[in-house]
C-alpha cells in the first residue's frame, strides 16, 4: 500500500491523490468584493463610499468515483450535513487555510454520472458554493 499525498481538505473531507484513491477539487474561483454606496447629487456625477469588504464566497468542483477509489456517498453526506446544519468549517489548501475565517457551505448541487449493481452512485459530480463566516 503506497502513501497518498493530502492536497487540503474542507472540514473532515480530505483531498488526496495516492495509488488507491484520487479525491481532488477543481475549477477553484475565490471571490473578493466591498460595498460601495452611492448617492446621488444634483447635475452631477455621483460621490462614491465604501462602506465595507463583503464576505468572500468561493466555488469548485469534486469529483467523487468509486472508480477513483473513494466511496461517493460518504463525503457527498458530510457536504450535505454541513449546509442543512450550517456549519462553518476551514477550507484549506496544502498548508495554507483559503481566507482568514471559516466557511459555510452556501450552496451543494450533485450530479450523479453513474450507478452501480446496487443502485448506489459509483460517479457524483459536486459544485460546491462556499461563503465566508466572518469572526464576530
Known amino acids: 500500500m503506497s502513501t497518498g499525498r493530502t492536497i487540503g481538505c474542507f472540514g473532515d473531507v480530505v483531498f488526496s ?6 479525491k481532488t477539487i477543481r475549477s477553484l474561483s475565490v471571490s473578493h468584493s466591498a460595498s460601495i454606496q452611492s448617492h446621488k447629487r444634483r447635475l ?6 465604501f462602506i465595507a469588504p463583503d464576505a468572500d464566497t468561493a466555488s469548485f468542483s469534486l469529483r467523487l468515483s468509486q472508480f477513483l477509489g473513494v466511496t461517493p456517498k460518504d463525503d457527498y453526506e458530510k457536504l450535505k450535513s454541513y449546509l ?14 483559503v481566507g482568514d475565517n471559516m466557511w459555510y457551505i452556501s450552496k ?9 449493481i446496487n ?9 460546491v458554493s462556499l461563503t465566508e463566516c466572518p469572526k464576530e
Open 84 to 97: 442543512l446544519q450550517g456549519i462553518p468549517k476551514p477550507f484549506v489548501l496544502g498548508e495554507s487555510r
Open 44 to 49: 452631477q456625477k455621483p460621490l462614491h463610499e
Open 108 to 116: 451543494l448541487k450533485n450530479i450523479t454520472d453513474r450507478f452501480n
Open 17 to 22: 491523490v495516492s495509488a488507491e484513491a484520487v
Open 119 to 127: 443502485g448506489n452512485a459509483a460517479d457524483i459530480d459536486l459544485s
